[in-house]
């Protein structure tokens, strides 16, 4: 098996995490009440699918430094500190830390603080893992706490990945709180024969989360048909799932397979347009 299964898009650690709290932000028609309470819901809950893609971006991170630096490097990817130890090439498994001490802004615009640590194994071997695990981190005032465990399932003819998110919680100013647990697998559809170039790599994204809202109310996402996302397009730009908020299906639907950041809510069968 190549001994790149993954490789990295280039995007920075945690880019996502604050989305349960800001970038979810939509805009929606006039609508009754309960619908309205329910899209809103449905944006807060949704938040957790963007988490995963980003913890997916933290796992080929690591192991792209795992494979390739040793002891200390200032990686122009990020504001902190980079650490990999043990320096040895060939010892797994390494312990990489990006340490962003009393703060700095990353080059994503996330102000972040504290630490975040990977235990890397060889993780070009059959189920090899990934811990991602955070020590006072925090990003744009938002803490981050719970750990990410990463599996390499991976075929000679595709790289998979199994993400299983282990009592992931956000806590932000106020104090209020997100929540959420998960498991997904990423399995890449094309970009596998091309190994040096990670911009054609497309991943199918399949599974479920369970999360608890801000208000205390509980939320199952389920991946119905396949969720598609390119490396080289910001989005997922394809795919359907439903959402269960109390006791009620939210539809959602990722579009067409266009690489845009638009996507629908169906609620009691009225649509509600979205942005990622």
């Not at 993954?6 to 880019?15: D, E, G, V």
């Not at 790599?201 to 939320?219: M, P």
Request: glycine residues 8%; charged residues 20%; hydrophobic residues 35%.
């Amino acid at each position: 098996m190549n001994k790149r299964p993954f490789k990295s898009s280039i995007l920075l650690l945690t880019a996502a995490f604050l989305l349960v709290f800001t970038a979810c932000q939509k805009e929606e028609k006039a609508t009754p009440n309960a619908d309205q309470a329910t899209v809103e819901q449905a944006k807060q809950a949704m938040a957790n699918q963007q988490i995963m893609l980003s913890s997916f971006n933290i796992a080929q991170w690591g192991a792209e430094n795992a494979n390739g630096y040793t002891g200390d490097k200032v990686d122009e990817r990020s504001c902190g500190n980079i650490t990999v130890t043990p320096p040895d090439l060939l010892v797994f498994p390494k312990l990489i830390t990006a340490d962003y001490g009393a703060g700095c802004t990353d080059d994503d615009g996330k102000f972040k603080q504290g630490k975040v640590n990977m235990t890397v194994g060889a993780f070009w071997e059959p189920n090899a893992s990934i811990i991602v695990t955070y020590d006072n981190f925090y990003e744009d005032n938002v803490k981050l706490e719970g750990q990410f465990v990463f599996v390499n399932l991976s075929t000679p003819d595709a790289a998979i990945l199994r993400i299983d998110a282990q009592n992931i919680k956000l806590t932000d100013q106020n104090g209020e709180t997100f929540s959420f647990s998960g498991d997904q697998t990423y399995t890449q559809t094309a970009g596998h024969a091309s190994w040096w170039d990670e911009n054609d790599d497309v991943y199918e994204v399949t599974g479920s989360i369970f999360s608890t809202l801000t208000n205390g109310e509980t939320v199952n996402w389920l991946i119905q048909t396949p969720l598609v996302k390119a490396n080289n397009c910001d989005w997922v730009s394809q795919g359907k799932g439903t959402l269960e908020i109390n006791g009620l299906p939210v539809y959602v639907d990722y579009g067409d397979g266009s690489c845009d950041d638009q996507g629908t809510y169906t609620v009691n069968g009225q649509v509600f347009p979205f942005t990622i």
